[in-house]
């Protein structure tokens, strides 16, 4: 679960969607992401970092340049551990939903302890 909760976390952001679009057919520096998307190091060292825990980035040391490109590897794990989780999903989505505890227990927020009103709230 964790490894699909960081590939959401990767793929959830505009920035890191980008530097995942920059690299693809070539390896970058910091400097050339920064340049790109106008983003100062710190944001784009952060950024690489949490793709690189979802591993589809990776890099290597160039003498004391470090270079960035698209983890294959990690890519490639990306269809089944994605599919398989919607599938998930999807199967109790077009199952009847199991009902909540308030239709056979009418006060259930007050046996846990919650105001009714927060039960009954709607957003």
Request: net charge neutral; hydrophobic share 35%; glycine share 6%.
């Amino acid at each position: 679960m964790e490894r699909l909760v960081n590939l959401y976390k990767a793929l959830g952001d505009t920035n890191r969607l980008n530097i995942l679009q920059m690299l693809s057919g070539q390896e970058l520096s910091v400097c050339e992401i920064m340049q790109g998307l106008n983003l100062s190091q710190p944001a784009v060292s952060h950024h690489l970092k949490i793709l690189r825990q979802a591993d589809l980035v990776e890099s290597v040391k160039h003498g004391k340049l470090v270079l960035y490109t698209l983890n294959t590897c990690g890519l490639k794990q990306i269809y089944p551990l994605v599919d398989s989780h919607l599938e998930g999903l999807l199967r109790f989505a077009t199952s009847d939903p199991k009902p909540s505890a308030l239709r056979e227990t009418p006060n259930y927020c007050e046996l846990m302890g919650l105001k009714k009103s927060i039960c009954e709230k709607d957003e």
